[in-house]
């Protein structure tokens, strides 16, 4: 058994579509699939593309992204709260794990998020710009809502396992970010994820932590948890994404 990750499909991008309804219906069949967020604000989208991956996989596990949870007016709903509970009952309609999951001694679960500031204050350029502020709506400020979901995982937390992979698709630390990035990239950090994660992978002692959202492919170790981002981000983006699946652990074993 092997367990693949990646993050940020973006399948609205007819070639990313193409790469993920592509895989192989035979190579994968013992197999897990962890995607880390982002594939489609079109749940029409989203769920066809569940609906190939159960089929190809022994388990696919999700987490929801930003853009998961945009609002379009095909969406009929008004807060993204609702879209969110939405996706996630059609996703376990398909077969796809959006909580916990148990094999043999190995733990994987995903850690719900959002970004509350904790990174920095938004520029009022990004306060703009930020597509989330205009197409996720929220009844609750962000810092509120960012707790909400920190706390529904807190039944996730307690595990006897010691082999133990977490995901989510923000950023659990501003760290994470490399030193090296262009001044856009920088001013994006007060959206990019929360300080309350890190508590909760630590608690886990998670041996890897999955991320999205950034876009930038890493793999970073704190502590004793290595840190993974493995994005196939948007079509132009060849020279920070790996743009294929990527292979964690196999057969007992992590890979590092």
């Known amino acids: 058994m092997k367990v693949w990750v990646t993050s940020d499909l973006h399948i609205d991008y007819r070639q990313n579509k193409q790469f993920f309804q592509q895989l192989s219906a035979l190579d994968y069949q013992t197999d897990i699939l962890i995607i880390a967020g982002d594939i489609s604000h079109q749940l029409t989208e989203v769920i066809s593309l569940f609906r190939s ?11 929801a992204g930003n853009h998961d949870l945009w609002i379009t007016p095909e969406d009929n709903i ?11 009952h059609l996703a376990q309609q398909e077969g796809i794990l959006t909580t916990a999951l148990t094999i043999d001694e190995l733990y994987i679960t ?3 998020s959002w970004y509350d500031f904790s990174f920095g204050r938004p520029s009022s350029t990004i306060q703009r710009a930020w597509q989330d502020f205009k ?42 970010l490399p030193t090296q990035v262009p001044a856009i990239v920088k001013a994006l ?16 002692e998670s041996t890897m932590h999955i991320y999205g959202h950034s876009h930038l492919n890493r793999k970073v170790g704190i502590g004793n948890t290595i840190y993974i981002n493995n994005a196939f981000g948007y079509p132009k983006e060849q020279h920070i994404s790996r743009k294929r699946l990527l292979c964690i652990y196999e057969d007992g074993q992590f890979l590092w």
């Not at 008004?78 to 996630?88: A, V």
């Not at 909400?148 to 977490?166: C, G, P, W």
């Not at 950090?189 to 886990?204: D, F, H, K, Y």
Request: aromatic content about 10%; charged content about 20%.
């Open 53 to 63: 991956l159960v089929r190809k996989f022994k388990k696919v596990l999700f987490v």
């Open 78 to 88: 008004d807060y993204s709260w609702q879209k969110m509970q939405q996706l996630y």
């Open 110 to 112: 995903p850690l719900q």
């Open 135 to 176: 197409y996720c709506q929220w009844e609750e400020s962000l810092e509120e809502l960012t707790t909400k979901l920190i706390d529904q995982n807190a039944a996730s937390l307690r595990t006897t396992k010691k082999q133990v992979i977490s995901f989510s698709h923000f950023l659990p630390t501003a760290t994470l």
């Open 189 to 204: 950090l007060p959206v990019m994820g929360t300080q309350l994660l890190l508590p909760q992978i630590q608690q886990l």
